[in-house]
């Protein structure tokens, strides 16, 4: 198999705060690009589409996923967040939760009727009513909050580093960590989440890659490329993040940040 190259930046996450572009232009300079080379064990897969859905191209996507025959859609920068309930075939807004001017959201899941959904810096997450929308409890998060999936009994949390935290769904206190590698080398800037068949799907900040997480090891035992699947992008910011598994249809869907597509996928395996 061909080697695959996954380039991991290590940066500050600049594309949050469009005002800071002092920030911007200093930092621009001093990423640090790090290469590493996935061995022939770690299999790449490719990708098919099988569907393409119309998409809010102003949505700054930051949580997707899959309920009970619906799409739900968690979106952030300030002034602009929401938890959104989407009709896939349309695109259409069906439901619309906005967050305060305050908050710039991020990742949701739902469990049992719940809707978890988290705050990039705040330090705070919100519980809702997965049919009213009602905010049900708000709940502290330590660290910056930005995927969140569900799987194993836990809630678990991504926060831009190389590490996955795992939370109690009930008191919603971290119950362990595991640090994410790729040949032994850490996966940092692990985004938006999505748990399928045992396995953490993982978006990666920057990259057309979902990386596949064994959630005991936090080993990546397989990698999907998604290069070539957007290609009409017009700024840094439209990037791949939104992964949604619809377990009782076996479909897969994707989509990023201010596209006007999603997508239905199969990985060719």
């Known amino acids: 198999m061909k080697p695959f190259q996954l380039q991991l930046k290590i940066t500050a996450r600049l594309n949050r705060n469009p005002l800071n572009l002092l920030a911007v232009l200093s930092l621009f300079f001093l990423q640090t690009n790090i290469s590493v080379l996935a061995a022939d064990e770690v299999p790449v897969y490719k990708i098919e589409v099988v569907n393409t859905w119309p998409h809010d191209a102003t949505a700054f996507t930051q949580g997707l996923t ?3 025959g619906n799409l739900y859609e968690g979106t952030g920068r300030n002034g602009q967040s929401s938890l959104r309930m989407v009709d896939l075939e349309t695109g259409e807004l069906l439901k ?3 967050l305060a001017q305050r908050f710039f959201g991020e990742g949701i899941a739902i469990v049992d ?3 978890y959904q988290l705050t990039w810096q705040s330090h705070m997450g919100f519980v809702y009513d997965v049919d009213s929308f009602e905010q049900q409890k708000t709940f502290f998060l330590a660290g910056e909050g930005w995927g969140i999936t569900f799987g194993n009994d836990a ?5 831009g580093s190389a ?3 795992f939370l109690d769904p009930e008191n919603l206190q971290q119950e362990k960590r595991v640090q994410v590698t790729l040949n032994g080398n850490p996966v940092q800037s692990l985004n ?3 748990f399928i068949n045992g396995e953490v799907w993982a978006n990666v900040w ?3 890659v979902i990386v596949r997480i064994d959630p005991q090891t936090g080993k990546v035992n397989s990698i999907v490329d998604l290069s070539g699947l957007y290609p009409q992008r017009k700024s840094r910011d439209e990037v791949l993040n939104g992964i949604a598994w619809d377990e009782e249809g076996q479909r897969l869907f994707v989509t990023g940040k201010l596209w ?3 997508f239905e996928i199969n990985v060719v395996e």
């Open 206 to 208: 920057y990259q057309d």
């Open 96 to 98: 619309r939760q906005n």
């Open 155 to 159: 809630l678990i949390v991504s926060d």
């Open 260 to 262: 006007s597509s999603l």
């Open 163 to 165: 590490y996955l935290r």
């Open 66 to 68: 899959w309920y009970q």
């Open 113 to 115: 009727d719940r809707v």
């Open 192 to 194: 938006e989440l999505e």
